[in-house]
């Protein structure tokens, strides 16, 4: 549970899983989302968080429920099946991001600290742009920038909020309506 939700599998901006990953480490994933997947994931991240106390899981399947009932809900209150894994003609293309990217929404100063904790790099992890996933903990992160603990967190969670809003404005994956 822990590197799926470290892993690019796990949109670490707008909560929710991807399908599946390509890759033995849960990083590349196949950027479809499934409602399906979805359904039968937060369930295990609600009893894990309940068998362990760990909120990191209690988070997740929180983001999950947040995820499905902003993107996945039809006004009628019914669910779409899946949000497809292209947008523009290129698979990924809404989730991945390059540092300039993240510079322009965030600013130096919180790109840099997000930029350690998501993994990103010039080079990329994803076709020259980059999959956002938790390649360092936010305790790693603290110690190498001299933030606490508790401020890489405030960082990230201000993050995600404005990346979402910047992400909002990029061509969206296609959605199948079919409402279950």
């Given at each position: 549970?822990?590197?799926?939700?470290?892993?690019?599998i796990y949109d670490q901006i707008g909560?929710?899983?991807?399908?599946?990953?390509?890759?033995?480490?849960?990083?590349?994933?196949?950027?479809?989302?499934?409602?399906?997947?979805?359904?039968?994931?937060?369930?295990?991240?609600?009893?894990?968080?309940?068998?362990?106390?760990?909120?990191?899981?209690?988070?997740?399947?929180?983001?999950?429920?947040?995820?499905?009932?902003?993107?996945?809900?039809?006004?009628?209150?019914?669910?779409?099946?899946?949000?497809?894994?292209?947008?523009?003609?290129?698979?990924?293309?809404?989730?991945?991001?390059?540092?300039?990217?993240?510079?322009?929404?965030?600013?130096?100063?919180?790109?840099?600290?997000?930029?350690?904790?998501?993994?990103?790099?010039?080079?990329?992890?994803?076709?020259?742009?980059?999959?956002?996933?938790?390649?360092?903990?936010?305790?790693?992160?603290?110690?190498?920038?001299?933030y606490t603990e508790a401020e890489v967190?405030?960082i990230a969670q201000r993050a995600r909020?404005?990346?979402?809003?910047?992400?909002?404005?990029?061509?969206?994956?296609?959605?199948?309506?079919?409402?279950?």
């Amino acid at each position: 549970l822990d590197k799926m939700a470290a892993g690019g599998i796990y949109d670490q901006i707008g909560g929710g899983f991807h399908r599946y990953a390509t890759d033995a480490i849960w990083l590349v994933p196949h950027f479809e989302k499934m409602l399906y997947d979805n359904a039968l994931l937060a369930p295990v991240y609600l009893h894990a968080w309940q068998l362990t106390g760990n909120p990191r899981y209690r988070e997740v399947c929180e983001e999950i429920l947040d995820y499905v009932l902003r993107e996945m809900t039809d006004p009628s209150g019914a669910f779409y099946s899946t949000q497809d894994a292209d947008s523009e003609g290129e698979e990924g293309r809404f989730y991945i991001w390059s540092p300039d990217e993240l510079r322009a929404a965030l600013g130096d100063e919180q790109s840099a600290v997000v930029e350690r904790l998501w993994g990103v790099s010039t080079r990329g992890n994803f076709e020259g742009r980059n999959i956002l996933h938790l390649a360092r903990t936010e305790a790693e992160v603290a110690s190498e920038t001299g933030y606490t603990e508790a401020e890489v967190h405030d960082i990230a969670q201000r993050a995600r909020a404005t990346l979402y809003q910047t992400r909002a404005q990029r061509v969206w994956p296609g959605r199948d309506d079919k409402a279950i």
